[in-house]
């Protein structure tokens, strides 16, 4: 089995065989699992068709939360497109409300694709959904996208946990947008070269950002911190298919990001005792919901 | 005996949100716990623990435990509508939110029938979860295996009359667990087996008799297609 640990694996690997990126991922998961890589598409196909169920459902949806701090943003910007006013481009209109309706799904209890992570699920497919039906591409070209954000997402969790408890937010919602901006210049049959330095770009700018809850819920401010790292994504994008390089190679701004996470105070690492958790208002947040949810359940 | 991630921990797994340590680690606490209690319960009791009592009903853990014992996988709908579904079932549940900083931060005691079986998890992260204790005594069952759970009179070669059943199938064991209260009384066994028991040899396993209770429970699925 070919050696496949790093980011200099995973070039020098697409350069020898003179394959995609998602072709090296797809026989290197093959002979893991060992099937075959038509079964592999299949499990990438399953968990993209539930991404997409997702964003539908919850494009229909203004339910709240159970705390009800959330749940009705992707609501209004649909209103605000309906109004025919919007600063973005139609394909950008769509990041934005795909990410929202995905993250809204994942705090009213619907079914969504941790993607990395429950709290950054809204990421990836946004990106993924709204390039593909960009250039109305099919669905090879949507599982090729997610097979690439995935074999990023796997190389960054061999050096570093995806949870924001023990590496902060950029190992969730910024890993996602890593993920997105690499299966975005996939859609758009950028070079292996290209793919990773969206990533890298994606991650070298996100790097530190830490994870503070409010009240401990995936919901503030992980909501609106999933439509603004989906555009994340679609910048680095961007850049890379320009040419444009990160000067720091990807293996190396992952190093950094695991020593970041390391020196990170672990009040800011999802336990809701530092950042907006503790200000005033996420405190008078916390205390209502306690109140709130004091009495204990019978029935 | 840390799991090494893959494709589908990156990309997946569908889940019920909204997270996944409070909310699908719940719904296997309370499958894993529905399967080793073994029968539909009257009633059941969940006693959450620090962050899970903290921020449960926020995270839908309450919902998720109770689904779980319904019978729910992580990627059911119905999870949500626990509290109505459990109704219909005629079960009746009860929470108690409690602080033990010696728990795990995210720990439940699951309690059947007014204590008839106790059964106590922790959410480890990534929604992978770990029963470990049942009735008081000591386990480490998180359902990455198929795994053979037994209580049964402690006494000498009980250990090997078991072992010796499985080992005539070919089935490998990953790993063993024992524990016991006090020396001729009763002790307990976990095996995680790599690949399923035959039938009949569960059979033979009932036909001991020094054996008081037995639980085969399947390893979660790997694939979601």
Redesign the interface.
Known sequence: MAKLETFEDLLELSSVKNKRIYEI?QEY?AE??ETSVEN?R??????LE?MKHAIDEGLKSSEK???GLCGNDCAKLLERYKNGKSFFSETYQNVLLYALATIE???????????????S?GI?PAVIKSMTEAISADMETEINA??T???I??II??KLA??G?VMGCQSECGVASA?AAGAMVEIYNGTSNQILNAAALTLKNIMGLVCDPV?????VPCVKRNAFLAIYAVTAAEMAMAGIESVIPIDEVVDAMKQVGELMNPSLKESSEGGLATTKTGLRITQE??EK?KN???? | MEKT????????????????SH??GAVRIGLLSGKIFGEKPDNVKFKLYN?FA??G????T??GLLGGVLGFDV?N?N??NA?EI??QRGI??????LEDLSRHPNSVDVIFNNGKMEISGDSV???EVCINRINGYNFNINGDYETLILIYKDKPGMVYRVTALIQGQDVNIASMHCDRHDKGKEASMGICLDSPLPEYILRKLHEIDEIYLIRNIEAFKQ???
């Not at chain 1, 799904?105 to 709290?119: D, F, S, Y």
């Not at chain 2, 991630?5 to 996944?20: A, C, E, Q, R």
């Not at chain 2, 009903?57 to 839908?60: A, D, P, V």
Request: some cysteine.
């Open positions: 991922c998961e893991r699992f592999i299949k499990q990438v196909k399953y968990n539930a939360s159970v705390s799904q994942n705090l009213r209890m619907g079914k969504i694709v941790a993607c990395p992570t429950a709290g699920c990836v997610l097979l954000a995935g074999i997402g796997e969790s061999n995806l949870a408890a993920m009240a401990g819920l995936v919901e919901l306690s949810w204990t359940d019978c029935v | 991630k893959t494709l589908f921990d990156v990309i997946g797994p569908v889940i019920i949100g909204p997270s996944s909310t699908a962050s903290k921020t009903k926020g995270h839908g309450d919902k990627d709908e999870i949500k509290f459990a109704g009746k549940y009860e929470y108690e939110y992260g990534a929604g694939w979601q297609n």
